[in-house]
């Protein structure tokens, strides 16, 4: 497992972007994969996007495809997750998770909750009409 502390959330405008930030610590490698879910009240936790830690196979939510993207800095330790054309649907608890994979493979079959073995803590995202 890894560490991870999420930061960058807040309030925004419909039509906004805002950018989330994801510390890894604790050791990475190859193997990592990392993902962004979000959870609204009352709702279950959704997939937001994925990708493996140095690069490959990148997977969307459709709610966020082509308006989210996942990147990671592998000098600076950081996933990223890059919001534009933000929708008051978009309000949630953003976490950041991940898990290391047998490489560095990603298959969309295995960004289901359960498959990532180490969470944030979440940061607010609040999207104003």
């Known amino acids: 497992q890894v560490q991870l502390v999420e930061s960058g959330g807040g309030l925004a405008q419909a039509g906004a972007s805002l950018r989330l930030s994801c510390v890894v610590s604790?050791?990475?490698?190859?193997?990592?994969?990392v993902a962004w879910f979000r959870q609204a009240p009352g709702k279950e936790r959704e997939f937001v996007a994925a990708?493996?830690?140095?690069?490959?196979?990148?997977y969307y939510g459709g709610s966020v495809k082509g308006r989210f993207t996942i990147s990671t800095d592998t000098a600076k330790n950081t996933v990223y997750l890059q919001m534009n054309s933000l929708k008051p649907d978009d309000t949630a608890v953003y976490y950041c998770?991940?898990?290391?994979?047998?490489?560095?493979?990603?298959?969309?079959?295995?960004?289901?909750?359960?498959?990532?073995?180490?969470w944030g803590q979440g940061t607010q995202v609040t999207v104003a009409s």
């Open positions: 998770a991940a898990r290391f994979g047998k490489d560095s493979r990603l298959s969309i079959a295995t960004t289901r909750t359960w498959d990532f073995d180490s």
């Open positions: 604790g050791g990475t490698s190859y193997r990592l994969h």
């Open positions: 990708r493996p830690w140095t690069g490959g196979n990148t």
